[in-house]
Each structure stands twice: as structure tokens, then as C-alpha cells.
């Protein structure tokens, strides 16, 4: 539906800094709620920040105060700035998109995933 493309993974120290971007197709389907998750080896993916269309924000307890989910809609990105980084933040980060479509009068909701992008805290 939406094709969506991660970037701004690294390897970082532990205290450092990354900054996620995640850049959205353009496409027919709308697009609503996005957000970041996470998967270390071994674990489910977590949810990490979502953000609405109208900039309401939710993170994982584990991020809240070091994280910092934003969008701009225009430019149909997200973003996950990522202060404070500790060992435990190493994993596979995804962007999702949460999109919406009308067909012949039929609401169609979907969702779409990016490719992932590798974090590695690490000294």
C-alpha cells in the first residue's frame, strides 16, 4: 500500500545520539497513525513512539525522557530522535504506517512496514 524507507542507523556509544528517518511513498492510500518499533534477537517486536496526524504522542516506558517521536506530514516522514542511547536500545528498528483508503464506498484499513534499520549501542 505505502512503501516506507528507514535510514539513520548506526553504531553508536552508549550516551550517544541517533537520529531515525523514515520517508513514506507517495500513494492512494492515506496515511494516519506512524510510528517506531523494535526487535532485538530473540524478542517480539516492541513498540517504541507512535505519533497521530495531529502530533499525539505514545512511547514505551523504557524510552519516555531519551526519545523523541515527530512528523511532517507534508513530507510524509517520520522521525525518531534517540538521546541517551544504552545497550538495551540495540535492535532492528521499523517505521509503521497505519493507512486508510476509500474504495467504491468502502473504508479499507491496512498497515505498512519499513525494512528495518540496525541501531548497536555499544563501546
Known amino acids: 500500500q505505502v512503501q516506507l524507507v528507514e535510514s539513520g542507523g548506526g553504531l553508536v556509544q552508549p550516551g550517544g545520539s541517533l537520529r531515525l528517518s523514515c520517508v513514506a511513498s507517495?500513494?492512494?492510500?492515506?496515511?494516519?497513525?506512524m510510528g517506531w518499533y523494535r526487535q532485538a534477537p530473540g524478542n517480539e517486536r516492541d513498540l517504541v513512539a507512535t505519533?497521530?496526524?495531529?502530533?499525539?504522542?505514545n512511547y514505551a516506558d523504557s524510552v519516555k525522557g531519551r526519545f523523541t517521536i515527530s512528523r511532517d506530514n507534508k513530507q510524509n516522514t517520520v522521525y525518531l530522535q534517540m538521546n541517551s542511547l544504552k545497550p538495551e536500545d540495540t535492535a532492528v528498528y521499523y517505521c509503521?504506517?497505519?493507512?486508510?483508503?476509500?474504495?467504491?464506498?468502502?473504508?479499507?484499513?491496512?498497515?505498512?512496514w519499513g525494512q528495518g534499520t540496525q541501531v548497536t549501542v555499544s563501546s
Open positions: 507517495e500513494s492512494r492510500w492515506s496515511i494516519n497513525r
Open positions: 509503521n504506517a497505519e493507512v486508510s483508503l476509500v474504495d467504491q464506498g468502502t473504508l479499507l484499513n491496512s498497515y505498512s
Open positions: 505519533i497521530t496526524t495531529s502530533g499525539d504522542t
